[in-house]
């Protein structure tokens, strides 16, 4: 996969879209299933949404796979070593993604949420917690976000927003498809 950055100089992956809402106490992870090399759709039903440890957290990723599984893997550790709080199993993921030698080479962003935050993870060592509880992270994320802003004000189910924006996202971004999956805590 590709990539760039965007104005907030936060790495944008060419070749998938994740969208987190947080709304009304429910919060919503969704996913297109699209996995793309180059031009070529090599995969049309990836599951780049899950749930991890015992179920209450939820994450989706964008980058390369096999990174954001050694990510997914990391941060359940971090979890049970923190007794599930979510907050401080993060920082403490991006202490090590930052500084860490193998896991500073990883190539993926993630957004994680449980039922108190919702989370864009980086390998800048960045843990953010975004404003108006939505987040959008690969190279639809951007049509994505300003899709569930405009929701926003019009629609209280989270995951209605998040549906909505990624099939906009879809209809733009030539890298994400319809195939959506979706988690909520």
């Known amino acids: 996969m590709n990539q760039s950055s965007d104005s907030h100089g936060l790495i944008q992956w060419h070749g998938t879209t994740i969208i987190g809402v947080k709304k009304g106490g429910k919060t ?6 699209q996995v793309s090399m180059g031009n070529t759709v090599m995969k049309p039903n ?8 015992d179920g209450s957290v939820i994450a989706g990723f964008a980058g390369a796979t096999a990174d954001a599984f050694t990510l997914f893997e990391r941060l ?3 979890l049970e070593a923190h007794r599930g709080q979510l907050m401080r199993a993060a920082v403490e993921l991006a202490k090590d993604w930052r500084t860490d030698k193998y896991l500073r080479n990883l190539e ?30 690969g190279s639809g ?8 802003k405009a929701l926003t004000d019009y ?10 924006a990624m099939a906009v996202a879809a209809d733009v971004c ?9 988690e909520a805590i």
């Open 28 to 33: 919503v992870i969704a996913g297109d299933g």
């Open 46 to 53: 990836a599951r780049k949404v899950r749930r991890l440890g």
């Open 76 to 78: 359940e550790k971090k």
């Open 108 to 137: 993926a962003l993630m957004i994680v949420a449980d039922k108190d935050v919702l989370l864009i993870l980086t390998g800048n060592g960045d843990v953010l917690e975004p404003e108006e509880g939505i987040a959008a992270i």
């Open 141 to 148: 994320g951007n049509y994505a976000l300003s899709a569930a």
């Open 155 to 164: 629609e209280d189910d989270p995951e209605k927003i998040a549906r909505r």
């Open 174 to 182: 030539v890298f994400t498809n319809d195939r959506v999956t979706v």
